[in-house]
Each structure stands twice: as structure tokens, then as C-alpha cells.
């Protein structure tokens, strides 16, 4: 049952509190490529996903998660923002889990290249506005994209993308969210093979995406 006091009006109480709820809590969309070619790496993904969301536990940092699958727009394959009852995020880990285990791998572009930055902008657009604790894990085996897209509206606090060599050298967009509440609009996601994923991850591998995403939850306030 929630408490409000009578001397400050409850709209105002409501707002602090869904502000508060942003502020203290870490919004984690993963973007999948859900495409046939995913197939025999799929596996792999899932595990990292069970990886990083217990190594976030530990650190006592309890995500909200989402869940964007790449499809080939160009094909005709809608992009997919996955729903968890009524909302695009949820806490419940296990719930989460269960859902990524049962996402269909079909389609994709014959060229090797998927409709990566329409499921990025997609995913961003299902954010609340923008902050620093907000952050996209991405997989994909793709050699391109055959869209384009820059991402400067939506400034977000940290981007880590598993894909192939090609893909990191690709022209991602990004404004990111300075622990001070300034804007870099010069940094870059950060770029790990997708291959590393076919090995058992190191805890330094886990560590090392695992902590930036931690870091975000050091200094927001209020509005950021």
C-alpha cells in the first residue's frame, strides 16, 4: 500500500516517485538479431544474456529488461519490440529469460546485411525520454546494415554491441549522456566480437561489459 503525505499534494508525491523509480533504476534493452543465420550462435547469446544479468545482481543492480529482435525490413520482416504483459521492460529476470529462449530465428537479407538501425531507433523510442541510465546490449552476426540511422535524440548512458568485424566498422551515431549530465556526441558504442560469445565469456569479458552498465547508476539525479 503506498503512502503519501496529505501535506504535499499527491500528484506531486506520484511524480517524485515514478521520477525517483527512473533515476535509481538501470532500463537494459537487449537487440537480437533474430534472423535464420543466428541460429547455431543463438545459444551462446542467451548464455551471455544469463551472464550479465546475475553479474549485475551481485553488483545489487536489478535492470529493468527489454527485448528488440532485428528482422530484415527490407524484406518485409517487421522489426520486433517485445511486449512483457503491458510494458516494453520488466524486473522479472526469469520471465525474461523465458521469453528470449522462445524467439523464432527465420529470414534475413541474402547479402549478410539486417535492418540494424531500424531495431536500434526502435529500441531507444522505447525508452521514457532520455538519461543516463539507460542502456542497449546488441547481437547480431550481420556484415551490414542495409539501413541507416543516426541516433542523437535520444541520448542514452552506455551501448555494447557483440557483432562482426564489418559491423564495427559501421557509422553508429550516438549521444551519449556524461556522468556530469553532459552530452558526447563523439563517443563511440563499445565493440566485442560476436565470436567471443562461441567460448566460455571470461569474467573479465563479463566484467568489463558488466561495469559500465553498473557506473550508471553512480551520481543520476533527479532529471537527468
Avoid: W
Avoid at 511524480?15 to 535464420?36: C, H, N, P, R, S
Avoid at 522479472?92 to 537479407?109: A, N
Avoid at 561495469?211 to 539525479?221: A, E, H, N, T, Y
Amino acid at each position: 500500500m503506498e503512502r503519501y503525505n496529505p501535506e504535499i499534494p499527491a500528484e506531486l508525491q506520484k511524480i517524485v516517485k515514478e521520477e525517483q523509480e527512473k533515476a535509481f533504476t538501470l532500463y537494459l534493452d537487449f537487440i537480437i538479431d533474430g534472423t535464420a543465420s543466428m541460429y547455431t550462435i543463438y545459444p551462446a547469446v542467451y548464455f551471455a544474456a544469463v551472464h550479465f544479468v546475475e553479474a549485475l545482481q551481485k553488483y545489487e543492480v536489478f535492470p529493468r529488461l527489454g527485448m528488440t529482435i532485428i528482422r530484415d525490413e527490407k524484406h518485409g520482416e517487421a522489426t520486433e519490440c517485445i511486449r512483457f504483459d503491458d510494458s516494453f521492460f520488466t524486473e522479472d529476470s526469469v520471465q525474461f529469460l523465458k521469453k528470449m529462449r522462445s524467439i523464432p530465428l527465420y529470414g534475413g537479407g541474402e547479402d549478410g546485411r539486417e535492418s540494424v538501425h531500424t531495431a536500434i531507433k526502435k529500441s531507444l523510442g522505447k525508452f521514457n525520454g532520455s538519461g543516463r541510465n539507460h542502456a542497449i546490449l546488441l547481437f547480431s552476426d550481420a556484415y551490414g546494415s542495409n539501413d541507416h540511422e543516426t541516433f542523437l535524440s535520444t541520448p542514452v548512458g552506455q551501448a555494447v554491441f557483440f557483432v562482426t568485424e564489418q559491423m564495427s566498422e559501421e557509422d553508429f551515431r550516438f549521444a551519449f549522456i556524461n556522468a556530469d549530465g553532459s552530452i558526447d556526441e563523439e563517443a563511440s558504442p563499445m565493440f566485442l566480437k560476436i565470436d567471443q560469445l562461441l567460448k566460455p565469456l571470461s569474467s573479465v569479458t563479463i566484467e568489463n561489459v558488466v561495469k559500465p552498465l553498473k557506473d550508471l547508476m553512480k551520481g543520476v539525479s533527479i532529471g537527468v
